[in-house]
């Protein structure tokens, strides 16, 4: 199973798309999507589906959206596959987990890069740094769980996703600025802002505005031809 939450998320198995038939699977699906192998408790799902029902209603509301992504996953495996539509939306005892079976997360690969890109910056490589925090960035399409009606429990699993791409667009910046890339960095950071855009985030597109402004004024106070950074500092 392949899973992305960075940005609107999507789920396939054995290479097949799974498309919730309504919304209150929807929710649950992109719930259990952002915890991939761990177990979500079933009052935090319930609680989740409040949003599309009465609370007396939401464990009802809970079991029929798991019978249906069932159904879904039961399609998408296929006769003859070991896995199994239990199997892959699991019960465990207090709740319920999705089993990747080692497929793809891109908030797994989100955390691989960012570390290795922290880990350069400590040690003052900025060249392996921009590479691999660029690479952590890539990952996003939008903002985390894009197009999800999040709840209490999703809104901060989603604001801690959103909190650490901002830790990582800073580190990025620094890390250009420390290789002298002043330039490229302006028309790198133009390009995110204007596909951002198209995601309406507007903490990131901030956040983006306030980098490109700083680096530009960075890059003005930049001594010119023929000119020392002391002597441009005295004039």
Do not use: K
């Not at 309504?22 to 699906?29: F, I």
């Not at 296929?78 to 319920?96: D, F, N, Q």
């Not at 429990?153 to 990582?168: E, I, P, Q």
């Amino acid at each position: 199973m392949d899973i992305e939450v960075l940005g609107a998320p999507r789920v396939t198995e054995n290479g097949v798309p799974i498309t919730a038939p309504t919304p209150e699977s929807r929710h649950v699906l992109a719930a259990l999507a952002a915890c991939p192998d761990r177990v979500v408790p079933v009052c935090v799902l319930a609680d989740e589906l409040s949003r599309h029902t009465s609370p007396e209603h939401s464990r009802a509301v809970l079991h029929t959206a798991v019978r249906r992504l069932r159904e879904r996953f039961a399609e998408a495996l296929g006769a003859g596959s070991v896995r199994t539509p239990e199997s892959v939306l699991a019960a465990r005892p207090g709740g319920y987990l999705l089993d990747t079976g080692g497929g793809r997360c891109d908030v797994r690969e989100f955390e691989r890069e960012a570390g290795a890109g922290y880990r350069a910056m400590g040690r003052g490589d900025f060249a392996q740094a921009t590479s691999r925090l660029r690479r952590a960035l890539d990952l996003w399409t939008g903002p985390a769980l894009d197009g999800i009606d999040a709840g209490t429990w999703l809104r901060g699993r989603t604001a801690s996703l959103d909190a650490d791409r901002l830790s990582v667009l800073g580190q990025w910046v620094e890390a250009e600025l420390a290789l002298g890339h002043h330039r490229e960095l302006l028309l790198e950071l133009a390009g995110l802002r204007g596909a951002e855009g198209r995601h309406h985030d507007g903490t990131y597109l901030a956040a983006l505005r306030r980098a490109e402004t700083r680096v530009a004024a960075l890059r003005a106070a930049l001594p010119g031809p023929g000119l020392t950074l002391a002597g441009a500092v005295r004039r």
